[in-house]
């Protein structure tokens, strides 16, 4: 158990707050073992087999904590424990539980179970918010399915055109809409916007998924802006044929053509010189896939990030550019296609001065940052007050097995947001 000292005076109820540090690590493990990747590895793709056991699984615990559930037409989970005035803005707290192919046991699940036993620990220490407090498990933070990140949430903020969203398919071909009706979500998607004022604030607990705090030796960081995020997909046409009878002057082949896009992914990127500036080829595709066949077609995906709106923008141009460069070079055609291409997200003030002030009270040190990764608080930034809490990870790694944050940790992350939350949802 991880416990702050109670003291006396007003707060003194919210001080009492003890995260069982035991069952949220054994719940994050066994939210591990719904994977299709073998362990360590988890593999958890929106609306799989998988995806749905886990769900399961997070909706029984809700419900073992009492909280009230729904699920929109997306898949979005919602848990609250209803306050004592219901009908004022709730208090939202929460993250993902999908997980990238081969990823870790960390990313998104500290945010959803870290929230239930945030609540779990404010009932256990007879707290009673005034506005209600709710988890929310988003659908598809990762884009691995659909090929656009933070599903769920942007389109509860109204951030995604339903058009969009009903033109979104899968690899296999398959709808967004026929999936996610195979899956049981049935309702009329239109119906997953949120009405306006429905939270008052937003609170995501997340692992850091970079070096600083460890760098730093602080365990949590108080996040003050979310980096801007945007993704192409590139269809390349060349020409396929013999790989022993097609003689090289005769070839236009689609991966080298591919190659030469990734590298100049990369130069875009560093040329602008800032360390903040990423990008990164992540998908390649190549058809047919057989070694003595000439490629033909490859389809890539392109990732490409910085806390500097104009600055990213000026790279996708310098990558636009490239990408005709290359297909004229090659003799090929090009299809692009801009995925998202979203601004940054800053917290609100209130909202970091919350957690900040949560970490003071409990004498846990914290730094200010910036997220380079996105987040579902990137859109709820649009409809609520947001700000994020990181848990410090092991030498910044994310998005692989060996992505570790210690219980110690994690209950810490925890303890200051049962204090947050508490704190906003008494007002
Ligand atoms: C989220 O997983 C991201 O890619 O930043
Ligand atoms: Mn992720
Ligand atoms: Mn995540």
Redesign the pocket.
Known sequence: MYRTEPEGGPDAKIMDIAINSEQLYGELEKLASFTDAPPPAVTRVVFSKTDLAARAYIKELCIAANLVIREDAIGNLFARWPGSAPGLPAIGTGSHTD??PH?GLY??TVGVLGGIEAIRALQRGGYEPRRSIELVMFTS??PTRFGIGCLGSRLLSGSLALERALALADSDGRSLDQVRTAAGFTGALDNVVLPGGYYDTFLELHVE?GPVLEQRNIPVGVVAAIAAPASLRVWIEGEGGHAGAVLMPQRRDALLAAAEIALAVESAAKSTGVIDTVATTGVCDVFPGAVNSIPSRVKLEIDVRDIDLARRDIVLRAIDRAIDEAAERRGVQVRKEVLNADPPAQSSRRAVDTLTQSCEALGIPSLPMVSR?YHDSLFMSRITDVAMLFVRCRAGI??RPDEYASPEDIAIGTMVLAHALAQLSRT
């Open positions: 997980a990238i990823a990313d998104g933070e990762e998924q990764a994310s998005h």
